[in-house]
C-alpha cells in the first residue's frame, strides 16, 4: 500500500516543452543545492525518486540511483535512497539527467511514457526542502541527442532500443553536478501536474516501490585488442586498457582498434578523454565477427552470415555512439545514459587541429543480482556448457527478463517463461519471476489475451499463442514454490486466455484462425518465411491456406492440461474437470482431422509436416504409449519434417524424455551447443538460420536438462514438499553438484561405486536409482550414500 506522499508528491518539468519535437527521445538536467550540517539525531536520509520515463540521480557528483525501475502505467515505480553517506558539510547538489521518450511516436520498446514528461523527487525529511518544486533548476541537454530513426543502420534490423547516441563537447556544462557549478542562467522548474477544481483527476503515475533489488554495477575490465590500424600500437592499446596508460593521438591521426572482452557482457562504458578540439570518436558495440556484406549501413535488412564468431578477418556490425570534441577542455567524459550490450567495441578516432588524449576506458557490468546457489562440476564439455548458459541467462536479466540484451530487451511470454523456469533450477530466489507474472497479468485485454511483449513502450503486434505461455508461467512456480495466493490470483486471468481460445474452435473441432491484426508466430523455421511478409511468416503454410495450424490446437491442450493441474492445486475441481472435457475434445479432432499415416499434419488436408506438430500431439498427450515413441524417432529421423529452432529445442527435450527415449538421445540432443561452442560464441544464439541475436535467454535449456535430468532433481509434490532425485548417471562416470531448492539444498556426487546425497534442511526425498526407487526423510545434514550395483 503506498504512503499518502505519493498523492501529494509534486512532478516537475522544463518550461515550453513541446512533446511534438521529442522524436524519439530527449535529455534534460534539474540541479537543486542544499545546505547540510550532520546531526546524532538523523541516522539516515531517505528520498524517492522517479522519472517519466528515465533518470540517473547523482548526490554531488556521485551516481547514486538508476530508474525507475521498468513497469507499466497503472504501476510507475520510485525508488529510494538514503543520500547521508554521500553527503558533505555545508554546500551539497542534488542533480539528475533524464531522458523523456516521446508518448505520440516510437522510442523503446520496452520503456514507457505517459501522457506527461516529468520528475519527482520526495524528500522524508521535510525540514530540508529537497522534494521536487519550482525551486528545482532544469535545462534541456541538447548537446546530447539520441540518433534518430532516419540515420538508424537497418542492416541491424528495427530500431527496438532507440537510445544510441551523439554528445557534442558541452564546456557550459562541465561540472553540472558539482555543487560549485553556476546555475544561475537555467530556468525554474514548473509544476507538472495541476487538479481541476471539483474533478476527479488522477496524475497518470501510479506510483509503487520498487519491487526488485537495485542492479549493482560492477567494475569490469577488458580483455585485450583483437587489432588495430593507425599510429598506435598493439602494445599501447594494452596498456591503456589493463593499466590506464594514457594515448595520445596526434593531430590530423586516424586511428581505429578492435576492442574485446573474453565473453559478451553488458555493462555502461565510460570513455575520459582530454584535448583534441575537432576531434570526433565512434565506439561500434558489436555481438561478434561475421562476413564483410560489403557496406557499412542499408536502409533495409541483409542477409548476414556468421560462423566463427571471434574471427577478426570478418567485420563488426553494431550499433554506435559518437562523442565530437568542440572545445578540447583539460577533462572530458563520455558515457551513453544506457548500458550497451557487447563482446567487441570498434573504436574509431579522427582528430583534427590538436591531439587528443585518452586517458581511459572503463565499463561498469550490470545485471540482476540472482542469488544463485546451483553449481556442478561433470566433464568439461558440460561444465562450459553449463557456464555458457548462466551467462547467456545474466546478460538476459536486468529490470525484467530479456528477449536478447543486444536488439531489443523485450519482455516476451515465451521466452520469459523459460528464463523464468531455468532461473527456479539455479535459485530459490523468485522476486522477479512474480513481478513478470504481475505484469503480464496487468497487460490482459477484453479479448482475453495477455500481451505477448510486455512492460511496451508502443503498441506492437499480439502474438495469440504465446498467451498459453503465462498458463505455463503460473503452472510452473506452482509446483516449484507451491503458493497457493499466487495460483489463485492468475487462474481468472488463465480463464480469459483459455476463453479466447476456446471461442476459436470450428466445425471441425480444431482451433481457427486469429484477429487478422495479430502475427500467429510459432517458430523461425526457414520452410515457413514468406519473403518480404514477415506477419505471414514463422506459422505452417496450412494456417493461411486453411486458418487452422495444427500446432494451436495441441498447444491449447498443453496449456488445458496445465490449468486442470492448478485447478486442482486450489480446489477448483469442476472447472479443472470442464478443461480436461476440452482437451479431450481437442485430441479427437486433432487425431480425426490431422493424423494419416503414423504422422501429424501442419493442418486439416494438407501434405506439410514439422517437427512441432509431432512434439506437442505428445506433449499433449493426442499420441501415447509405442505409437508416441515410434513418432518421436521417426520425428528426429526424417530430416524432411521442418525443424525446430533453438526455443523449440526444450520441448523437443520434453517430448523425448515423455516417451522415455531421453537417456539414449541425449548426447545427439546436445549437437546445437557443441556447435555453438565450435563457433565460438560465448552466449548462445537466437537460432541456427538467422545470424541475428547471439545471445538469447531462450536458448539456456540446457541449464534445465543438466540439473532435472542428468541430475535428476525435481519436484516431486508442488513446493519441493517431497524431492525427486532420478540421476541418469550413465551418461556421466562421475559428477558432484548443489542444486537450490525453496525447500532447502541438496548436494550430490556419484562416481562409478556409489551415490551420496546430503541435504542442508528437513526433506522427504524420493530416490530413484537404477529403475528402482526409495523414499527416505532426511533431516538437515544427514548424508545418505548408496552403493551402485
Request: hydrophobic fraction near 35%.
Amino acid at each position: 500500500m503506498a504512503s499518502n506522499w505519493t498523492q501529494s508528491a509534486q512532478w516537475i518539468w522544463i518550461p515550453s516543452y513541446h512533446e511534438e519535437d521529442n522524436q524519439p527521445g530527449r535529455y534534460f538536467l534539474f540541479r537543486k543545492s542544499f545546505q547540510w550540517s550532520a546531526s546524532p539525531d538523523i541516522d539516515r536520509l531517505l528520498v524517492h525518486v522517479s522519472a517519466d520515463s528515465r533518470y540517473r540521480l547523482f548526490i554531488n557528483g556521485q551516481r547514486v540511483s538508476f530508474g525507475p525501475c521498468k513497469s507499466y502505467m497503472e504501476r510507475w515505480h520510485y525508488e529510494t535512497v538514503d543520500l547521508l553517506p554521500y553527503l558533505v558539510e555545508g554546500e551539497n547538489i542534488l542533480s539528475a539527467r533524464v531522458l523523456r521518450y516521446s508518448h505520440t511516436a516510437a522510442g523503446s520498446s520496452s520503456i514507457l511514457s505517459t501522457e506527461l514528461p516529468g520528475f519527482l523527487i520526495h524528500c522524508e525529511l521535510e525540514s530540508l526542502s529537497l522534494s521536487t518544486d519550482t525551486t528545482w533548476k532544469c535545462l534541456e541537454e541538447t548537446s546530447r541527442q539520441i540518433i534518430p530513426h532516419s540515420e538508424w543502420n537497418f542492416i541491424l534490423g528495427p530500431p527496438f532500443l532507440s537510445n544510441n547516441e551523439r554528445v557534442t563537447e558541452a564546456p557550459e556544462l562541465t561540472g553540472w553536478e558539482s555543487p560549485n557549478f553556476d546555475d544561475s542562467a537555467w530556468e525554474n522548474a514548473i509544476l507538472q501536474f495541476r487538479p481541476v477544481k471539483m474533478l476527479p483527476i488522477q496524475p497518470p503515475w501510479r506510483l509503487a516501490p520498487r519491487p526488485i533489488p537495485v542492479l549493482p554495477e560492477v567494475h569490469g575490465r577488458f580483455d585485450g585488442v583483437v587489432k588495430c590500424e593507425g599510429p598506435v600500437g598493439k602494445g599501447q592499446w594494452a596498456s591503456f586498457l589493463m593499466e590506464n596508460s594514457a594515448i595520445e593521438i596526434s593531430a590530423g591521426d586516424s586511428i581505429t582498434v578492435d576492442i574485446e572482452v573474453e565473453s559478451l557482457t553488458t555493462a555502461f562504458v565510460t570513455l575520459h578523454c582530454s584535448g583534441g578540439k575537432g576531434s570526433t570518436i565512434t565506439l561500434l558495440y558489436s555481438e561478434c565477427y561475421e562476413k564483410d556484406l560489403g557496406v557499412e549501413s542499408a536502409p533495409f535488412p541483409m542477409p548476414r552470415t556468421k560462423s566463427d564468431r571471434s574471427d577478426n578477418t570478418g567485420k563488426l556490425y553494431g550499433m554506435k555512439d559518437h562523442y565530437i570534441v568542440t572545445d578540447g577542455q583539460v577533462e572530458q567524459m563520455f558515457e551513453p545514459f544506457w548500458f550497451r550490450a557487447f563482446r567487441y567495441i570498434q573504436l574509431t578516432i579522427k582528430t583534427a587541429e590538436e591531439p587528443l588524449t585518452l586517458e581511459s576506458l572503463v565499463l561498469r557490468e550490470t545485471y540482476y543480482p540472482l542469488d544463485i546457489s546451483t553449481d556442478i562440476d561433470t566433464n568439461q564439455e558440460l561444465n562450459k556448457i553449463w557456464k555458457i548458459s548462466l551467462r547467456t541467462l545474466k546478460n538476459c536479466r536486468h529490470e525484467t527478463y530479456e528477449d536478447c540484451p543486444f536488439y531489443e530487451q523485450n519482455q516476451f511470454i515465451s521466452d520469459s517463461r523459460l528464463q523464468m523456469l531455468f532461473t527456479y533450477q539455479i535459485s530459490s530466489d523468485d522476486t522477479l519471476a512474480r513481478k513478470t507474472l504481475q505484469e503480464f497479468h496487468a497487460s490482459q485485454g477484453p479479448d482475453g489475451l495477455v500481451k505477448a511483449q510486455f512492460p511496451a513502450g508502443f503498441r506492437s503486434k499480439q502474438i495469440p499463442q504465446f498467451s498459453l505461455h503465462f498458463v505455463a508461467m503460473v503452472h510452473d512456480h506452482m509446483h516449484y514454490f507451491a503458493d497457493v495466493s499466487v495460483a489463485r490470483k492468475y487462474l481468472a486471468t488463465i480463464d480469459g486466455i483459455l476463453n479466447h481460445f476456446e471461442v476459436r474452435i470450428n466445425d471441425t473441432g480444431l482451433v481457427g484462425r486469429f484477429d487478422e491484426d495479430t502475427w500467429p508466430f510459432i517458430d523461425w523455421v526457414p520452410e515457413w518465411f514468406v519473403p518480404g511478409k514477415i506477419f505471414e511468416s514463422c506459422m505452417p503454410r496450412a494456417y493461411t491456406t486453411t486458418g487452422m495450424a495444427t500446432f494451436n490446437s495441441l498447444l491449447y491442450i498443453v496449456a488445458l492440461m496445465q490449468a486442470a493441474d492448478l485447478c486442482n492445486f486450489v480446489g477448483r475441481r469442476d472447472t479443472a474437470s470442464e478443461y480436461a472435457t476440452r482437451a479431450n475434445n481437442l485430441r479427437k479432432a486433432v487425431n480425426m482431422h490431422c493424423y494419416e499415416d503414423e504422422i501429424y499434419s501442419d493442418g486439416p488436408s494438407t501434405r506439410e509436416y514439422s517437427q512441432h506438430a509431432q512434439i506437442f500431439a505428445i506433449l499433449s498427450e493426442t499420441i501415447t504409449g509405442d505409437a508416441a515413441q515410434n513418432l518421436m524417432v521417426r520425428t528426429l529421423q526424417d530430416k524432411t519434417l521442418a525443424q525446430c529452432s533453438y526455443s523449440m529445442q526444450f520441448y523437443l527435450f520434453r517430448a523425448v524424455e515423455k516417451v522415455g527415449l531421453y537417456t539414449k538421445l541425449f548426447p545427439s540432443l546436445m549437437e546445437p551447443w557443441r556447435k555453438m561452442i565450435s563457433d565460438n560464441l560465448t552466449t548462445w544464439a537466437e537460432h541456427a538460420n538467422n545470424a541475428r541475436s547471439d545471445c538469447h535467454g531462450w536458448s539456456a535449456s540446457p541449464v534445465h536438462e543438466i540439473v532435472t535430468q542428468v541430475f535428476g532433481i525435481s519436484p516431486a509434490q508442488p513446493g519441493f514438499k517431497r524431492v525427486r532425485i532420478a540421476p541418469r548417471m550413465e551418461l556421466l562416470e562421475s559428477a558432484s553438484g548443489t542444486f537450490a531448492t525453496p525447500a532447502g539444498n541438496i548436494t550430490m556426487t556419484w562416481n562409478k561405486d556409489y551415490l551420496e546425497v546430503e541435504a542442508s534442511a528437513d526433506l522427504e526425498v524420493e530416490i530413484i536409482m537404477d529403475e528402482s526407487s526409495s523414499v527416505c526423510r532426511f533431516e538437515k545434514g544427514r548424508r545418505v550414500n548408496l552403493s551402485r550395483r
